[in-house]
């Protein structure tokens, strides 16, 4: 009985270095270009096809393309699209970043640019001084009190202004 699958070719037309990356990465995703029409069973992509592949790749880490490609064979039955991969890649660097834990001066700086960014979401400093006011007003004894309850009290204030605000010396 004949084999009636389409005929792969055997010599790659891919390039071995198309863009200004590595040709390591090059040669990387020829690899995963030849490994898919393998595995799915195509014709692998003409030269100038493969060299468009490794320009659009070369903007991802090649771990992101190498797990994008496989991602996408252990389901697919047909070639990957182009944008099926760039759409895996972007889905492995944002599960890279969630992964990350940002250092105790990148969650100040993202503090920061959000505060700039969404500056109704932060209290001003004549909000935060209305407050205090308030919360004084509040623990403010009546005069017949003596004053080291006065004393306490203002202390509490203070705390409380402290927590409401605690960069109070960073804000502009």
Request: glycine share 0%.
């Amino acid at each position: 009985m004949a084999d009636t699958s389409p005929v792969r070719k055997s010599a790659s037309p891919i390039p071995a270095q198309a863009s200004s990356k590595p040709a390591n990465n090059d040669k990387q995703i020829a690899k995963l270009l030849d490994m898919a029409a393998t595995m799915t069973n195509q014709e692998i992509p003409t030269a100038e096809a493969a060299r468009f592949w490794m320009q659009e790749m070369s903007r991802f880490p090649i771990e992101a393309v190498t797990w994008a490609f496989q991602e996408h064979l252990r389901s697919a039955l047909f070639f990957p699209k182009l944008p099926e991969i760039t759409a895996l890649c972007e889905d492995w660097i944002a599960k890279k970043r969630m992964e990350k834990k940002p250092t105790p001066a990148e969650e100040i700086a993202l503090w920061r640019k959000d505060r700039e960014e969404h500056p109704e979401k932060y209290a001003t400093f004549a909000d935060v001084a209305q407050m205090a006011q308030e919360v004084i007003a509040m623990h403010t004894p009546p005069k017949d009190e003596p004053d080291h309850e006065q004393e306490v009290r203002n202390a509490t204030a203070e705390s409380m202004i402290s927590e409401l605000a605690p960069d109070w010396d960073e804000m502009p």
